[in-house]
């Protein structure tokens, strides 16, 4: 039937054009609505698909066999941080060899402002992926408030109200808080739920990276889900996790929640990374009173301030279960790169301390008065990951960005989510199927923002598919060894175009920004 017409309509040109730009043969389709694979053929034209199914003998430009191999909608990560990074590298290598099309970025509060402005340079740039994001309530609250520790007052929550609804004009697929960060900590409920109703009002999504993630996840979770209900608005929960030793068990009763929140009939879903370290900045573990309007250095140079400071993270340590230091490791230090890697007990005795916590806190405050890290936190449980993981409606996303390759010691998140999850969680432990895993890397998030083009393998969608070898997907990258790329993603391509072949990366640049709601008209055949 779809050749017929194609015959029909490009009759005149039968002769010597090929019926389709590419052709994928003898694939295992995984759709990503979860069902089951089945053997067909999918052709793609004008960056759409076009036809699926046995396809007989019609010809295309580029024709790639895809026998013992999956082919699959293009993975789309919904949780990601690519501003500054993907201008840099805009191929985002690290992302198309880890099977992923789509990134949505602007996550945990952290955004562009001006949308227009930043999807229209990255066009000419030219991307490897394509990229949608939200508006970020730090951001916004940093360009009016800075990091003022104290209630918007009403004019300030127009301003930022006024920014939130520019940025969902210009295409922002939601709105997204960081509640454990400044200046989003020193915020109430009240004002992210008046922001989000300025995000709402555009049918936009609202994600949140929660202001606890451990002994106080419960009142987290009430707190995001009230934000969504109040402003009426779906909410996706950022990295769902167990970060503290303490309370290690404890996603069994935040899924319970969550669940109870579904049958009372709000729309809430999840995101995870498959790993047991977070990454963040070193600040984080200090008392959030004490990084206000920048002054930390004036702070630790106070000595009745500097104790109370110190009094607080041992105070917070016994909370979180953890001993001492050794679960933070040193990510990237730009005042000293040799402290990369190493764990905050290892470089207090380098610098000749007692390793004891006095001299580990000590650390702290000296690299902070540096400028601070980045950091890796060994943090989650694997039985608390397998759960999340477990649950319907949880999204495999990275937490990650692009990555200059060989540059610090990044989290491997970044080059390494989604083998991860098919080496690991599917194929070797059996946590999920290989279509479930799939499904929650690509049907799951579009469909949480509005991406309705994308993240299936249906006829008419956008031409983003990934071919890969399910039994020799693996990830590679690891805390030690980060800048791995992951393998078995033979084929990846992005709007119809072939940005992987045969595993390595072509010169082709097919990505483009995702603006809400302006899907292109399909192109009929
Ligand atoms: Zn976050």
Redesign the pocket.
């Known amino acids: 039937m779809i050749r017929a017409l194609a015959l029909l309509c490009c009759g005149a040109l039968a002769a010597t054009a090929a019926d389709y730009d590419l052709l994928i043969r003898n694939a295992r389709v995984i759709d990503g609505s979860g069902n089951p694979w089945y053997q067909a053929g999918i052709a793609v034209k004008d960056g759409r698909i076009a036809a699926i199914g046995r396809l007989g003998d019609v010809t295309a430009a580029r024709t790639i066999d895809a026998r013992e191999r999956v082919a699959a909608p293009g993975f789309i990560d919904p949780h990601t941080h690519v501003e500054g990074n993907l201008e840099r590298n805009p191929r985002a290598d690290n992302f198309l060899l880890d099977g992923v099309t789509t990134v949505i970025t602007g ?2 509060g952290s955004s562009e402002l001006n949308l227009a402005e930043w999807f229209a340079k990255l066009s000419k740039i030219g991307l490897g992926i394509n990229v949608a994001s939200l508006v970020g309530h730090n951001s916004v609250r940093s360009e009016v408030m800075g990091a003022a520790n104290r209630l918007a007052t009403p004019e300030e929550i127009r301003k930022m109200q006024g920014l939130i609804d520019r940025a969902m004009r210009e295409g922002a697929v939601g709105f997204s808080t ?1 509640l454990e960060y400044i200046p989003g900590t020193y915020s109430n409920t009240a004002e992210v739920v008046a922001l989000a109703k300025a995000a709402a009002a555009h049918g936009g999504v609202y994600t949140s ?1 929660m202001r606890n993630e451990g002994i106080h996840e419960i009142a987290a979770i009430n707190e995001a889900v009230s934000v969504g209900r109040e402003a009426g608005m779906p909410v996706e929960i ?2 769902l996790k167990i970060d503290r030793r303490s309370v290690w068990g404890a996603s069994e009763k935040s899924l319970a929640l969550i669940e109870k929140f579904r049958a009372e009939g709000v729309d809430v879903v999840a995101d995870q990374y498959p790993y047991d370290r977070a990454a963040t900045n070193l600040g984080i573990r200090l008392p959030s009173w004490a990084l206000a309007d920048g002054k930390i250095k004036e702070r630790l140079a106070e000595p009745t301030t500097r104790a109370k400071i110190a009094a607080e993270m041992r105070r917070n340590l016994e909370e979180m279960g953890e001993p001492d230091y050794n679960f933070a490791t040193v990510a990237r230090y730009d005042a000293n790169a040799a402290y990369e890697g190493k764990s905050i007990p290892e470089i207090a005795a380098l610098q000749g301390r007692a390793t004891g916590l006095a001299g580990q806190i000590e650390t702290i405050f000296d690299l902070m008065n540096h400028g601070g890290a980045s950091m890796t936190y060994r943090l989650m449980d694997e039985k608390d990951i397998e759960r999340i993981m477990r649950y319907p409606n949880t999204a495999i996303a990275s ?1 990650g960005s692009v990555i200059a390759f060989g540059a610090g010691n990044p989290h491997p998140r970044s080059y390494g989510t989604n083998a991860r999850v098919l080496a690991e969680y599917v194929r070797a432990r059996g946590v999920l199927t290989l279509e479930d895993a799939v499904r929650r890397m690509t049907s799951l998030p579009a469909r949480t923002f509005g991406l309705k083009d994308r993240g299936m393998v249906r006829e008419g969608m956008a031409a983003d598919l990934v071919v890969f070898d399910p039994a020799r997907v693996a990830d590679k990258a690891t805390y030690a060894r980060p800048h791995q790329y992951s393998q078995g993603f033979d084929f990846v391509v992005v709007n119809g175009k072939v940005m992987v072949d045969g595993g390595k990366l072509t010169e082709a640049r097919s990505g483009q920004p995702l603006r809400r709601q302006s899907l292109p008209v399909l192109p009929l055949h």
């Open positions: 996550n945990c960081g990276h950022s990295h937490d």
